[in-house]
């Protein structure tokens, strides 16, 4: 699709149907000329993005389901399926370079760092996987946490992960430390089902429930409501670029564009006001609350009692 402000404007350019089964995953390749998409067919197809012509296809890549996918750089790409096994694929040679299968529920979303080196996989078994593309090997396997891993995101300069889970829950790896969480935060929400960084401190997360929330990390402090779809649990979510605007689609087959512009200017200190219990949750934008405030009445923002436990002041020189 080719979307636009404009009221009308929006308008799609092309659909492809090479998939034999649903499509599970899509993702642009880092110059924005190729899809890439994987479906729980096994397959892998590489897409022009300008016109949606089939260049490359791996029809039996993986022997289950595949779910998801992330481009590492211009040659190399990760992809995950439904039994754990995660495969790392070099389109100059055509094949895979690495294969394992670490994890033993489903590969729900994966993160790199910034020089191609470390790549995270978040699982449904609870863990975090740590895999050296540089060096095509498996490094280690985080304890499982309560619940399933749904997303991953890179925070606070590379130094800080973020995981999220089908409980609510934000776990906290240090980089580098990724055997234990350092730290968790509970949302008062029915799951974190995906999520994305919108500044180096700020994640937006989606949810069952269908609302779309603002989360600082380090101080931990759920920040507010960007936008929701009504009751239709949140699929997944994408920051355009330069950080203005934020998209979602759920399940009720749309998709919607969020501003997210205020958010980088928004500054979180460790000071903890008091808030009356019970408070709704903060609307970030005008239309964030949507069809009005019944709906968000039983939203808190207030961490669980765990979160407030948790050692949020141990970061202070990652408050900036």
């Not at 294969?99 to 699982?123: P, T």
């Not at 130094?159 to 240090?174: H, M, N, P, Q, W």
């Not at 960084?197 to 507010?224: E, H, K």
Request: with cysteine; net charge negative; glycine share 10%.
């Amino acid at each position: 699709f080719s979307y636009s402000c404009t009221e009308g404007q929006n308008r799609q350019l092309w659909s492809s149907g090479h998939h034999l089964k649903s499509c599970r995953d899509v993702a642009f390749s880092q110059d924005g000329q190729k899809l890439f998409t994987v479906s729980k067919d096994k397959s892998i197809h590489l897409l022009t993005a300008e016109e949606g012509r089939l260049e490359t296809r791996f029809p039996k890549a993986h022997g289950s389901a595949v779910n998801c996918v992330l481009p590492v750089d211009q040659h190399v790409f990760a992809t995950g399926d439904d039994n754990g096994a995660l495969k790392v694929w070099d389109l100059r040679k055509g094949d895979a370079i690495l294969e394992a299968r670490q994890q033993e529920e489903y590969i729900s979303a994966m993160a790199v760092d910034g020089n191609g080196k470390l790549l995270l996989s978040a699982s449904g078994d609870g863990t975090l996987g740590v895999f050296n593309v540089k060096r095509r090997r498996f490094e280690l396997l985080s304890e499982p946490q309560n619940g399933d891993l749904t997303s991953v995101a890179l925070l606070k300069r590379g130094r800080k992960v973020a995981c999220g889970s089908s409980e609510g829950t934000i776990y906290l790896f240090d980089w580098g430390g990724f055997g234990a969480a350092s730290d968790r935060f509970a949302l008062r929400a029915e799951s974190v089902d995906c999520m994305v960084p919108v500044t180096d401190s700020i994640v937006c997360v989606g949810s069952m429930d269908g609302v779309i929330r603002a989360v600082n990390v380090l101080p931990n402090r759920v920040l507010g409501c960007v936008g929701q779809h009504l009751g239709e649990p949140i699929e997944q979510l994408a920051l355009a670029p330069g950080g203005q605007l934020l998209a979602s689609c759920a399940h009720d087959q749309k998709v919607k564009f969020w501003d997210v512009s205020a958010l980088g200017a928004m500054v979180v200190d460790d000071y903890r006001r008091k808030k009356k219990k019970g408070g709704p949750l903060r609307a970030l934008s005008g239309k964030a609350v949507g069809s009005g405030e019944d709906f968000f009445a039983d939203l808190r923002d207030e961490a669980e009692p765990e979160a407030a436990a948790a050692g949020t002041g141990s970061d202070s020189d990652d408050s900036d």
